[in-house]
């Protein structure tokens, strides 16, 4: 079934798609002076802008009008842009409030969050190993909970909307490229309302911006757009499984510019969460690696 060339293209496409996301911070970051919210309509524009060009150049409309002619696959994808709209809010608000770390976590948790949604809604069963790993990710949460007082919400909430989100569009059997074009459609009166509403009194209006600061804003787009398009190639080209190790690679680069570059403290509390965490998914993937093997 996958020829040698194009599961090589796959695996290229899987870390070139993990590691875009993995430095999207450093794009964040390059805002930081334009509140979240405008980040995100900008976003949403720009996606919208940039995926329609997209499909103009390689085609693709045919199948949005099957979507279109389908009330109730476009009514899952009305909940998803909602889910990874505020997914999108959230991961930039945390980037520029020096919550990096927790973003990182959020998307190391994912994948066995995953694996919940699976068993609850798909009817996927558990193996042992798994519960184990599951078991030691909310133990991790539960230790942050019960010495410090404190629940890693941003992480939590960034898993599960983006898990859910997952779980959704498998559901829909949407390709990436149609998928997120309607769901940028559905949030893009909200954007440009709020967008042109603003143009006169916003201290980040477009018409005020330096050029330097409208490209930026306006390569949200690319930023948004390659990484998704590169993840639905490889999907379709190497198995979930494999796919599921190479995600590791964003929230590794996360953590490492948080440290390093960001120098955002990496405390006892976040050392013990992360410590669980790490175990759970190395005995997640040692499963994985046991039952390809």
Known sequence: ??????????????????TMWGFAPLYFKLLAEVPATDILLHRVLWSFVFTAMLMTLIGGFDKLKQLLRNPRQLGVLLI??????????????????????????GYYINPLFNVLLGMIFLGERL??????????????????????????VVSLALAGSFGIYGLLRKKVKVDAKTGLLVETAILMPVALGYLMMTLGSASHSMLVNDWQLNLLLMAAGIVTTAPLLCFAGAAVRIPLSLLGFIQYIGPSIMFI???????????????????????????????????RG
């Open 1 to 18: 079934m996958h020829t040698e060339h194009e599961f090589r293209k796959g695996m290229l496409l899987a870390i070139a798609a993990y």
């Open 80 to 105: 998803t842009s909602v889910l990874i709209a505020g997914n999108w809010l959230l991961f930039i608000w945390a980037v520029n409030n020096d919550h990096m770390l927790d973003a990182s976590l």
């Open 127 to 152: 193996r042992r190993l798994q519960w184990l790993a599951v078991a030691l990710a909310a133990a991790g949460v539960a230790v942050q909970l019960i010495s410090f007082g404190s629940i890693p």
């Open 257 to 291: 510019l948080a440290v390093t570059l960001y120098k955002e403290p990496f405390d006892i509390e976040k050392a013990i969460t992360f410590g669980f965490i790490w175990t759970a998914l190395a005995i997640f993937s040692l499963d994985m690696l046991r039952r």
